[in-house]
Nanobody, 117 residues
Framework: VQLQASGGGVVQAGGSLRLSCTAS????????MGWFRQAPGKLRDLVAT???????TYADSVKGRFTISRDNAKNTVYLQMNSLKPEDTAVYYC????????????WGQGTLVTVSS
């Protein structure tokens, strides 16, 4: 599956952004989806996941501020980010996996989120 992420930008601390990731193909509903991020000089970290049944998980650092959701009719997964902090600044990537609990095999190109203080 091919993934196209969008929605990044520059926002002040405390603001909000919504990221979108649209997938090609007709089997989107059978994939688990995830959002990851990579800050400058750091490793890529998992931010949030939503599986094919709609069950979600979040990194502790974003719980209560970020919400992941999916619209299978639109082949799209979203990441609503509220109460943004400067430490949320990173390139955000969406990813998919066909096998539950397996590796994320397909990745989008990344979208940059910059949170200014």
């Amino acid at each position: 599956v091919q993934l196209q992420a969008s929605g990044g930008g520059v926002v002040q601390a405390g603001g909000s952004l919504r990221l979108s990731c649209t997938a090609s193909g007709r089997t989107f509903s059978s994939y688990d989806m995830g959002w990851f991020r990579q800050a400058p000089g750091k490793l890529r970290d998992l931010v949030a996941t939503i599986n094919r049944r709609g069950t979600t998980t979040y990194a502790d650092s974003v719980k209560g501020r970020f919400t992941i959701s999916r619209d299978n009719a639109k082949n799209t997964v979203y990441l609503q980010m509220n109460s943004l902090k400067p430490e949320d600044t990173a390139v955000y990537y969406c990813a998919s996996r066909a096998v539950p609990f397996g590796p994320y095999n397909d990745w989008g190109q990344g979208t940059l989120v910059t949170v200014s203080s």
